[in-house]
């Protein structure tokens, strides 16, 4: 399974393709950031993430797209930014076709990391360890987006094929409790009374 794991963010915008599934090892396919300058209005720069998330769709062909989940922080405008590029993101996923998971930073750090308050250098540590890289990838946002992606992998993968399995388990069990059908009626024969010659008792 492909996954495109995308750290939103207006000024930056994480991007990571990782290859892997459970029990699977882990091959990193793409690495990068998304970037739209600051002094554009909102709507340009929201219009620059869609066209840079649609070359790296174009690119990797993902099967799927995890999105950090926004969460409240101090900075107001911070936040509204973050959610505005990670609404882009889904549409981009959602025109496709493809499913899109939200996790969130505790989420992401405690699949990698085996903690849910790692700091940012401990995940940019393991993801580099866990795609067996030469360095941690640079910015933290890109870091970010293969740790979305790693989790997505190891978490959400796991989470669809439960989903899978209990669905094939219920199948039987409506056939069962489908009503029979009746069965079907012979045809009656009309009483006739024997004439003599046909019972000679």
Do not use: Y
């Amino acid at each position: 399974m492909r996954v495109l794991g995308v750290d939103p963010g207006l000024t930056r915008c994480g991007v990571g393709v990782v290859d892997g599934g459970p029990g699977r090892p882990l091959r990193m396919a793409g690495v990068g950031v998304v970037r739209t300058p600051a002094d554009s209005d909102i709507g340009h720069r929201l219009l620059l993430i869609e066209q840079g998330l649609e070359e790296w769709l174009d690119e990797h062909r993902p099967d799927a797209v995890a999105v950090e989940r926004v969460f409240a922080q101090h900075n107001v405008r911070t936040v509204m930014g973050t959610a505005q590029a990670s609404a882009v993101a889904m549409l981009c996923a959602t025109r496709r076709g493809l499913p899109v998971a939200l996790h969130t930073p505790s989420e992401v750090k405690a699949a990698v990391t085996g903690s849910g308050r790692a700091e940012k250098a401990q995940v940019g540590a393991m993801v580099t360890r866990l795609l067996r890289l030469d360095a941690p990838p640079k910015p933290a946002d890109a870091a970010d987006a293969l740790a979305l992606a790693i989790c997505h992998l190891w978490r959400g993968a796991a989470g669809d094929r439960l989903a899978a399995a209990v669905a094939r388990s219920a199948r039987p069990a409506a056939a069962v409790a489908r009503p029979a059908r009746p069965a079907a009626r012979l045809p009656r024969t009309a009483a006739r009374t024997a004439t003599p010659e046909e019972n000679p008792l």
